[in-house]
C-alpha cells in the first residue's frame, strides 16, 4: 500500500521562534505512537530551513521552491545542490502561486524538476486549474497540458519517487473545497496519465497529494478516496493542534 502524507506548506509565514516551537512540538507527538505510513512533512521559509531539518528526526522537512539554475550569478535564488547540503528531503515547486505571482511556466517547473533529482530532492509537482478553467469544463485538459510540461522527456525510475499534488486553485485560500468526489476525479485521470507514460507498476506506486483548503474536518472524507494519498495543506498547517489533528485523522484512516 502506498504511504500517506500529510504535508504543511507554510507559505510565508513564522518567524524563526515559532518555527523551533512547532518542530518541537511536532517531533513529541510523532514520538508518542508508531505512524505507520502516514509521513509528515513541513515547509517553512528558507532561512529556517536548517533549523527544522535540526529538530525534526521523524518527519520530512522541504523547500517551498527551488532555482532552476545549478549555481551563479542569480541574486535570491537558492540552488538544489544548497537544499541537499542541509540534508532537505522534499521541495514544493510549480505551487499556483509562484504561477500566479511570478509566471512560472510548466517548462520551467520541468527544469526545476530535474535540478532536485541530480541532488536526490523528491520533486512535490503542483499541478492545477482556475474556476474559469473548471466552470468552463477544461480541468482535465489543463491537468494534463501541465504534466506533460512538467514531465517532458523526464523518464523516471522504478524505485524514483516524485510527489505530485493536485491544487485546485479556484480552493487554495478562499475557503472554497473540491468534494471528495471531485476530488477523486482529477486524481484518477493523474493516475491514469501515469500510467500510460510510465507503466501500471510505477503509476501505482506514485503518491498524488490534494493541495485546496484541505483540514482536519474534510482530510478524513478525501483519504477514504482510493487515489488520494494525503494532503499539501496551507493554513490549516500552520497550527500544531490542526496538523497534528490530520495526522491522527490519516492514522485513522489506514495509515498504521
Request: proline content about 3%; some cysteine.
Amino acid at each position: 500500500m502506498r504511504n500517506i502524507f500529510i504535508a504543511g506548506n507554510w507559505k510565508m509565514n513564522k518567524d524563526a521562534s515559532q518555527t523551533q516551537q512547532f518542530c518541537t512540538q511536532l517531533e513529541s507527538h510523532l514520538q508518542e505512537r508508531d505512524f505507520g505510513r502516514v509521513k509528515a512533512i513541513v515547509a517553512p521559509v528558507h532561512p529556517f530551513l536548517a533549523a527544522a531539518e535540526g529538530i525534526l528526526r521523524s518527519a520530512g522537512v522541504a523547500a517551498q521552491d527551488v532555482s532552476a539554475h545549478p549555481q551563479g550569478a542569480f541574486t535570491g535564488e537558492v540552488s538544489a545542490s544548497q537544499l541537499a547540503s542541509l540534508g532537505i528531503s522534499h521541495c514544493i515547486i510549480g505551487h499556483s502561486e509562484r504561477r500566479q505571482y511570478h509566471g512560472e511556466s510548466d517548462e520551467l517547473v520541468r527544469e526545476k524538476l530535474l535540478r532536485l533529482r541530480e541532488n536526490r530532492i523528491i520533486p512535490i509537482v503542483c499541478i492545477g486549474e482556475t474556476l474559469l478553467q473548471r466552470e468552463d469544463g477544461q480541468t482535465r485538459e489543463v491537468v494534463l497540458a501541465q504534466l506533460e510540461g512538467c514531465f517532458e522527456g523526464v523518464e523516471l525510475a522504478s524505485g524514483e519517487e516524485v510527489l505530485i499534488a493536485y491544487e485546485p486553485v479556484w480552493a487554495i485560500g478562499t475557503g472554497k473545497t473540491a468534494t471528495s468526489a471531485q476530488a477523486q476525479e482529477v486524481h484518477a485521470e493523474i493516475r491514469a496519465w501515469l500510467k500510460e507514460r510510465y507503466g501500471e507498476e510505477l503509476a501505482q506506486k506514485m503518491h498524488i497529494l490534494y493541495g485546496g483548503s484541505a483540514k482536519p474536518e474534510n482530510i478524513g472524507e478525501l483519504l477514504e478516496q482510493p487515489d488520494i494519498d494525503g494532503g499539501l495543506i496551507g493554513g490549516a498547517s500552520l497550527q500544531i493542534e490542526s496538523f497534528c489533528a490530520m495526522l491522527d485523522i490519516a492514522l485513522q484512516n489506514g495509515g498504521n
